[in-house]
């Protein structure tokens, strides 16, 4: 079989190459002008090498023929290879405006070359997709400015449902309800407490080498206890729950989305928002003050061990001195705004979900920018509300 | 090991989701080069068997022979029978981050070592076999779920395997894509000379393309009968739910 090879036989012409599909290409003349004959021999498989319809054409003058036919005699075996053979012969057959005879070619040939022409190719009305860069930008600048309008249009939606859950107008499943309060509280209680009591005891451990130089090691509880109370309690607990459960918020209704579960919910005129938003975020906003007390209380214990393991202080002093150095005030600034971090963390997981796309991919992308979108607010959140809280004394 | 025209031979399989038992002990063969049918109520473990058949489940009893081969999806061999199958998931299970292009020249690209150009035609003959021609550089999210279908249909036979899978091929098309798939399914049998494996519960369907036709029945849990449905549905000695089935239930209707 290998030594098999292509014969391009042009009237007087031969070309040889090796392959173990053959093709060989004559020419007849017959009444209605001239008659391409491809010869087709060996295995035609897409495993094997054949020969491409240019090298078999290489010098046929097209402009004498009117028709292209085959001869299948030695034809071994064929699969797909030979159909793509056989579709670029036709294409080029109309090129040139020859008539293009399959009735040589065995059946099966036939039968499928006939069923590819079925349905007429698709022809893309989108073809023009080179767009210039100012289109590209205005587009990009038109959409970025949808998505700030839509993420107010979702926030006022949200205002309006909560006014309306707070009159009692609008429901809430209960079942879902302390379903969600379970996944985003007690679920999270033993990796706020593990990270929020590392914490705990790096700063103490930082802090109480430098104190040790000024022999102030008793501050290390003022640096712990208000480091943790006004800042860091709420700041932890939101990073860990905005990796945790935005991102679980957003791929959990961005599947729904796919699965046209939302538009479900739509058709029997129950609200999304409501439905699946509004336990959401009351669940967080409930639960986020819980979390950062416990990361407080764990945070400070963190230090403590620091503090009566490297330096001389002991529990009871270390105690006083946060009761000394702490004030409610501070406890509250950190409860509060772990509470605002929780609104931000389940507005952006829900948005994030609801304006998924219909694919795997954007849920995957949903879950990834509910997780950006909530660590940047709660950031910006806390830079603001530092501001704010110098300016007021508190 | 029984008769060397059968290419797939199920003994004793036994398939069960821990301990919800969806049938005991099925035996039966695929000859090659047939268009096997699998049929039954919905429900009543057809896709399930179609997993076990193409080793994404593993029954607690029971085992597969391809080719008098026994078929261990776990081991080597398994990977290389494996390699024979086109498969099409009821779903479609497009891979959706890539076009329907990359969905299909994906297994041409990992398994031949074919040139760009030939990936190309070859996607585009497949793509116009299913009548998606033009529909290649759409994303599967872009396309309605007849087209997916399609589009999977034309993944499954890239690779030209010598046993087709079709989970449901005509679940969401309209007759006539439905009719032209069916015409699409005895040609690649015909021309490819490729053994079929459908499970489908559409009737037309099933007279149109099938050699045999197995009936599972969930009350049983047990294949009822193995036959061409065409015999089947008229001999008086086959179960009348079978009758009853390939009738559309005009038997039970008319007693009521």
Request: hydrophobic share 45%; glycine share 8%.
């Amino acid at each position: 079989m290998a030594s098999e090879g292509v014969f391009i036989v042009l009237r007087t012409k031969t070309i040889k190459a090796e392959s173990k599909s053959g093709c060989r290409a004559s020419i007849r003349s017959s009444s209605s002008g001239e008659v391409l004959v491809l010869h087709l021999s060996g295995r035609w498989l897409i495993s094997d090498a054949r020969p491409g319809l240019d090298e078999v054409l290489v010098d046929v003058d097209f402009a004498s023929l009117s028709t292209l036919c085959f001869e299948c005699q030695d034809l071994d075996s064929w699969d797909t290879g030979l159909l793509i053979f056989v579709r670029a012969c036709q294409e080029l057959a109309e090129k040139h405006e020859l008539r293009c005879h399959l009735q040589d070619l065995p059946e099966g040939v036939q039968n499928l070359i006939r069923l590819s022409h079925a349905v007429p190719s698709h022809k893309n009305s989108l073809e023009d997709k080179t767009r210039g860069w100012l289109t590209s930008l205005g587009e990009r600048s038109l959409g970025a400015l949808d998505g700030i309008l839509n993420y107010f249009a979702f926030t006022g939606e949200l205002i309006l449902d909560l006014l309306a859950f707070v009159f009692g107008r609008a429901k809430v499943r209960k079942k879902d309800f302390f379903f969600i309060i379970q996944t985003t509280g007690p679920s999270a209680v033993p990796i706020v407490s593990l990270l929020s009591f590392l914490t705990g005891l790096i700063i103490a451990f930082i802090g109480v080498i430098q104190l040790q130089k000024f022999a102030a090691d008793i501050y290390v509880a003022d640096l712990v206890g208000l480091a943790t109370t006004r800042e860091l309690g709420a700041v932890m607990a939101g990073v860990i729950m905005a990796g945790r459960t935005g991102a679980a918020f957003a791929a959990q209704i961005g599947s729904m989305k796919v699965n046209e579960e939302i538009d479900a919910l739509t058709t029997f005129g129950i609200s999304p928002m409501q439905f699946l938003v509004l336990p959401r975020v009351i669940a967080m906003v409930l639960m986020m003050p819980l979390l950062c007390v416990c990361a407080n209380f764990v945070s400070i214990a963190g230090g403590m061990v620091v503090a009566i393991t490297i330096s001389d202080v002991s529990v009871t002093q270390y105690i006083n001195q946060i009761d000394y150095a702490v004030s409610t005030t501070d406890l509250a600034v950190g409860i509060f705004k772990s509470a605002v971090f929780g609104l931000i963390i389940a507005m952006a997981g829900c948005y994030r979900g609801l304006n998924c796309g219909k694919d795997a991919t954007a849920v995957g992308l949903a879950a990834t920018s509910a997780v950006v979108t909530s660590i940047t607010w709660i950031v910006v959140a806390d830079a603001i509300f530092a501001v704010l809280f110098h300016i007021l004394g508190v | 090991m029984g008769n060397s025209s059968d290419i797939i031979s199920v003994k004793g399989l036994k398939m069960a989701y821990d301990d919800y038992v969806v049938m005991n002990s099925l035996d039966f063969t695929v000859k090659r080069g047939e268009v096997k049918v699998i049929m039954g109520g919905s429900g009543c473990g057809k896709s399930t068997l179609l997993k076990h058949m193409v080793g994404l489940e593993r029954g607690p009893e029971g085992e597969i022979f391809y080719d008098g081969e026994l078929f261990n999806p776990n081991d080597n061999s398994g990977d290389v029978i494996c390699r024979r199958f086109g498969v099409l998931f009821q779903g479609g299970a497009l891979w959706s981050s890539m076009t329907v292009f990359e969905n299909i020249a994906l297994p041409l690209e990992n398994y031949t070592q074919l040139s760009a150009s030939d990936i190309r035609d070859i996607v585009e003959f497949k793509l116009s076999l299913v009548g998606l021609a033009g529909f290649g550089h759409r994303y599967p999210s872009e396309l309605s779920g007849g087209m997916r279908k399609r589009a999977s249909l034309a993944r499954a036979i890239a690779l030209d395997p010598q046993i087709l899978f079709f989970d449901e091929p005509s679940a969401g098309l309209d007759p006539m894509s439905s009719r032209r798939l069916d015409d699409l399914i005895l040609e690649l049998r015909d021309a490819l000379g490729a053994t079929v494996v459908v499970v489908t519960h559409e009737l037309a369907s099933i007279f149109a393309i099938a050699d045999s036709a197995l009936f599972l029945d969930s009350e049983t849990k047990s294949a009822l009968c193995d036959g061409n449905p065409n015999d089947l549905i008229d001999d008086p000695s086959v179960d009348p739910k079978v009758r009853d089935f390939l009738k559309r239930g005009e038997l039970t209707h008319k007693e009521r």
